[in-house]
C-alpha cells in the first residue's frame, strides 16, 4: 500500500471549507442537574476555539458531546460536516477516525507501551505495514520529543511526558479536528509551555481545528500572540505592531450559558463583570 | 459520628427510584450481554485478545480448580462413608464420588472458584479503565471496548470455564480415591471401574452445559461492573466486590434452575 506522508494528509483538507464543528441550542443534564443549557457556537476551519469556565461550567462535556461520547438531550451538533446526534455508534467511530482527543488525565493505555499507545489506531485499522506503522509512530513521538520512551510504559513518565504522549497518539492520523481537555493542567509552567508550543505548531504546521478546554488564561493568550516559527522550529511571539491574525478565539460559559464568544481582543474589552473578574 | 450526624448523611431513595434503578441496570447487563454476542459475528474478531484472555483466566486459574476440586472429592468421600458404612455400601462410594462430581460439585465449585478470581479480576481492571477514561479513549481512538474488551473476556472464559470443569471433575474422583483407597482401605481397581460406569451420558451433559452458563454469566457480569464503574478507586473497588457476590449468587440460582431443565429435558434417573 502506498504511504502518505502526514504533511500531504494535512494538505489535503486545506481547501474543506465551511465550519468544523457547529453546536446549536445543545442542551444537557446529568441526573436532573442542568449541564449545559441552550449553547451555540461554531469552529471554523484552522480555527483553535478555547472553553473557559469555572469547574464543572460543563466545558469537558462540550468536547464529550463533540466527539459523540455523550448525547445531548436537546439540539443539534455537527462534525466534519455531519449531523452526529442522529448517528449510530458504529457511524460515530467511523467519524472519530478523522478526530483526535487528548483527555484530561491523557488517559494512556496503561497495560500497553508508549509505541502500542502511539499505533493503536492504526493497529485497529490494520490497513498499515508495520514497518510503516513503526515509521509513523517514531514521526509523531519525534513531533512532541520523546522518540526515546517509544519501549517505555506510561507508568515510567512524567505527568508532561504522558500529556505529549497523548497528543502523539491523537495526531498519529493527522486528525482533521483535535480536541484537548485541560492539556496544561496540573503542570508546572516550563512543561506547560511546552504543550503549549505543541499546540502551536500542530495549528500552524498541520491547520488543524482544535477545541482546547483549559483553565488557564494565559496559555490561550500565548496561543493568540504567538506563531510557530518552521526555520528555528521554536514558537515566537508576533512583532509589535504585525497584522497578521492567529485563529484564536475564546468561549466563556457561565451557568450552562454561553457569555462570550470572541477573540482575544473583545475578550480584553468585554465590559461583562463576569468576564472581566474572570481575566483578572 | 453522632447517631443524628449519620442520619443526615444518609440518602433516603423512594421505592420507585430504587426499583427504576435496579430494572436499569438489568436493561444494560442485558444489552451489554447481546453486543457481546453479536460481536462474535462482526469483524475483528481480537484472536489474539481471546488468546491472551485465555490464558489468564484458564492457565492462571488450573492450580485453585485442581485444588479445590481434589480436595471437594476427598470431602465428599469422607461424608459419605459413614453414611454408607451404615448400609454396608462403602463400594458404593465411587459411583457417589463420580456422579456427584461430574454432574454438580464439579461445575458449581469452578464456577465459584473462577468467579471469585475472574470476575473479580475483570472487573477491577475494566474498572481502572473507566475511572482512568480508558474506556472513552478507546471510543475516540475508534475502537468499539465491547468489542475489544468484553468479547474476548467471553469467550474466553466460556471455553476455559468448560476444561477447567473436567479438570475438577477429574482430580474430585482422585481425591475420592485417595479417601477410598487410603483410608477406607478400598481396592482401587474397584472405585475407578465403579466411577466410570456409574456414568451415563446424561450426567456428563448436564455436568458440560452447566460451565458454558456460568462462563458467561461470570464474565459479562465482571465486565458490567467493570464498565459501568464510576466513582474513582472506591467506585472501582465496589463494582469489584459487587461482580464477585452476584456472579456467585447466579450461579448457584443457575444451578438449580437448569438442573431441573436438564433434568427433564433428558430425562435421567
Keep these: 500500500m502506498p504511504t502518505v506522508p502526514i504533511e500531504m494528509l494535512a494538505g489535503q483538507r486545506a481547501e474543506s471549507s465551511g465550519p468544523v464543528v457547529v453546536f446549536e441550542n445543545v442542551v444537557l443534564a446529568f441526573e436532573d442537574k442542568p449541564v449545559l443549557d441552550g449553547v451555540s457556537f461554531s469552529v471554523s476551519h484552522g480555527e483553535t476555539k478555547a472553553l473557559f469556565g469555572i469547574a464543572g461550567s460543563g466545558k469537558s462535556s462540550i468536547l464529550k458531546l463533540a466527539l459523540g461520547l455523550i448525547r445531548p438531550d436537546a439540539g443539534r451538533i455537527q462534525v466534519l460536516g455531519h449531523d452526529i446526534t442522529e448517528m449510530s455508534e458504529d457511524e460515530l467511530l467511523a467519524l472519530r477516525d478523522r478526530i483526535g482527543m487528548i483527555f484530561q488525565e491523557s488517559a494512556l493505555f496503561d497495560s500497553l507501551t508508549v509505541r502500542d499507545n502511539v499505533a493503536f489506531r492504526l493497529m485497529e485499522e490494520g490497513k498499515l505495514s508495520e514497518e510503516e506503522i513503526e515509521r509513523r509512530v517514531r514521526e509523531a513521538l519525534s513531533f512532541v520529543e520523546l522518540e526515546h520512551t517509544i519501549d517505555r510504559r506510561p507508568a515510567e513518565l512524567s505527568g508532561g511526558m504522558r500529556r505529549r504522549v497523548a497528543i502523539a497518539r491523537a495526531i498519529i492520523t493527522q486528525p482533521e479536528l483535535l480536541l484537548y481537555d485541560s492539556p496544561t493542567g496540573g503542570l508546572d509552567p516550563v512543561t506547560s509551555t511546552t504543550i503549549v508550543e505543541l499546540i502551536v505548531k500542530q495549528r500552524d504546521v498541520y491547520k488543524t481545528s482544535a477545541l482546547l478546554v483549559s483553565h488557564r488564561l494565559q496559555d490561550a493568550f500565548t496561543m493568540a500572540t504567538h506563531y510557530f516559527d518552521r526555520q528555528t522550529n521554536k514558537m515566537s511571539s508576533l512583532p509589535a505592531g504585525s497584522k497578521r491574525e492567529l485563529p484564536v478565539t475564546f468561549l466563556v460559559i457561565r451557568d450552562g450559558k454561553v457569555i462570550f464568544d470572541g477573540d482575544a481582543q473583545q475578550l480584553a474589552s468585554s465590559k461583562d463583570d463576569y468576564i472581566r473578574e474572570y481575566i483578572s | ?269
Design chain 2, 1 to 269: 459520628m453522632a447517631a443524628g450526624d449519620f442520619l443526615s448523611n444518609v440518602e433516603l431513595i423512594s421505592p420507585s427510584e430504587f426499583a427504576k434503578g435496579k430494572i436499569l441496570a438489568v436493561q444494560n447487563y442485558v444489552l451489554l450481554c447481546g453486543q457481546a454476542m453479536a460481536n462474535l459475528f462482526r469483524r475483528p474478531l481480537y484472536g489474539a485478545d481471546i488468546i491472551q484472555q485465555a490464558d489468564f483466566i484458564g492457565w492462571g486459574s488450573i492450580s485453585i480448580i485442581v485444588l479445590a476440586g481434589f480436595f471437594t472429592g476427598a470431602v465428599l468421600a469422607q461424608n459419605s462413608a459413614s453414611t454408607l458404612e451404615r448400609f454396608g455400601s462403602v463400594s458404593l462410594i465411587g459411583q457417589l464420588v463420580s456422579v456427584g462430581m461430574v454432574r454438580q460439585l464439579g461445575p458449581v465449585i469452578t464456577g465459584l472458584m473462577v468467579a471469585g478470581r475472574n470476575a473479580s479480576g475483570i472487573a477491577s481492571e475494566l474498572g481502572s479503565m473507566k475511572v482512568t477514561e480508558q474506556i472513552d479513549a478507546m471510543r475516540a481512538l475508534g475502537t468499539d471496548p465491547t468489542k475489544k474488551l468484553v468479547t474476548p473476556r467471553v469467550v474466553a472464559t466460556v471455553i476455559m470455564l468448560f476444561f477447567l470443569t473436567i479438570i475438577a471433575d477429574l482430580f474430585g474422583i482422585v481425591g475420592g480415591s485417595m479417601v477410598a483407597i487410603l483410608m477406607l482401605g478400598l481396592d482401587s481397581h474397584q472405585y475407578w471401574t465403579s466411577s466410570w460406569q456409574v456414568l451415563q451420558n446424561a450426567d456428563v451433559i448436564t455436568g458440560l452445559i452447566q460451565p458454558v452458563f456460568y462462563g458467561f454469566v461470570i464474565s459479562t457480569i465482571g465486565c458490567y461492573y467493570g464498565m459501568t464503574a464510576k466513582g474513582g478507586t472506591q467506585g472501582v473497588g465496589r463494582g469489584t466486590t459487587q461482580a464477585v457476590v452476584v456472579s456467585s449468587v447466579l450461579i448457584v440460582v443457575i444451578d438449580f434452575f437448569l438442573t431441573r431443565v436438564l433434568s427433564i429435558v433428558l430425562v435421567y434417573r
